[in-house]
């Protein structure tokens, strides 16, 4: 049996991993970690899993400042990164790093579980999923209110400015943030400049 652990802020992906590995033969899953602080307690208590899944944007440490501290205290562990959007420099980030694989979450169904099985069979394997870059993924509308915001309007006075509710703006904002896979309206910002939706 592998020993699996998933780090995921995000619960529905977490449990969506979780049932997923679960349907899979020779898997066993462990009880699964919100943060990568949690992650780490996790390990020390219960000792170390034969891989860790983790996404690589979080809230507090990220992904990619875990995987140091997993493989310093824990050796053998596999580290596979999940992005919600990826890049190939991050793809290179993470292979420099020590990780074991770099996959977005959009990966087909099997191919999460097909590279498990890779790196604990393979220990030297780096998994990745060729990609190119994706459209944007915000429709006109949440393009620009996300321009604005990167002007540092409000909510309020984007609103104002645009000519719709208050409540239609918060709906865009929270949609537009969850696409770009960030926490708040800065990271949405910032995530956006680095996929290139943004211009400076």
């Given at each position: 049996?592998?020993?699996?652990?998933?780090?995921?802020?995000?619960?529905?992906?977490?449990?969506?991993?979780?049932?997923?590995?679960?349907?899979?033969?020779?898997?066993?899953?462990?009880?699964?970690?919100?943060?990568?602080?949690?992650?780490?307690?996790?390990?020390?208590?219960?000792?170390?899993?034969?891989?860790?899944?983790?996404?690589?944007?979080?809230t507090g440490?990220?992904?990619?400042?875990?995987?140091?501290?997993?493989?310093?205290?824990?050796?053998?562990?596999?580290?596979?990164?999940?992005?919600?959007?990826?890049?190939?420099?991050?793809?290179?980030?993470?292979?420099?790093?020590?990780?074991?694989?770099?996959?977005?979450?959009?990966?087909?169904?099997?191919?999460?579980?097909?590279?498990?099985?890779?790196?604990?069979?393979?220990?030297?394997?780096?998994?990745?999923?060729?990609?190119?870059?994706?459209?944007?993924?915000?429709?006109?509308?949440?393009?620009?209110?996300?321009?604005?915001?990167?002007?540092?309007?409000?909510?309020?006075?984007?609103?104002?400015?645009?000519?719709?509710?208050?409540?239609?703006?918060?709906?865009?904002?929270?949609?537009?943030?969850?696409?770009?896979?960030?926490?708040?309206?800065a990271g949405?910002?910032?995530?956006?400049?680095?996929?290139?939706?943004?211009r400076a």
């Open positions: 049996m592998i020993d699996v652990m998933i780090v995921d802020d995000h619960p529905v992906v977490r449990e969506g991993l979780e049932v997923m590995l679960a349907s899979e033969k020779g898997f066993s899953i462990r009880p699964s970690a919100e943060s990568a602080e949690e992650a780490l307690a996790l390990c020390r208590k219960d000792g170390a899993p034969d891989v860790l899944v983790s996404d690589i944007h979080m440490m990220t992904g990619l400042e875990l995987l140091p501290r997993v493989k310093r205290e824990f050796p053998s562990v596999k580290v596979l990164l999940l992005a919600g959007m990826p890049l190939k420099a991050e793809e290179e980030e993470a292979r420099s790093a020590g990780a074991s694989g770099y996959l977005p979450k959009s990966a087909k169904r099997g191919a999460i579980a097909a590279a498990i099985r890779h790196v604990v069979s393979e220990p030297d394997a780096f998994v990745e999923e060729q990609f190119a870059p994706p459209p944007s993924p915000l429709s006109e509308r949440e393009g620009e209110i996300l321009r604005y915001m990167a002007l540092g309007k409000t909510r309020e006075e984007i609103s104002i400015i645009l000519g719709i509710g208050l409540e239609t703006v918060k709906t865009h904002s929270k949609n537009l943030i969850a696409k770009l896979d960030a926490t708040n309206t949405a910002v910032s995530r956006a400049y680095e996929l290139g939706l943004l």
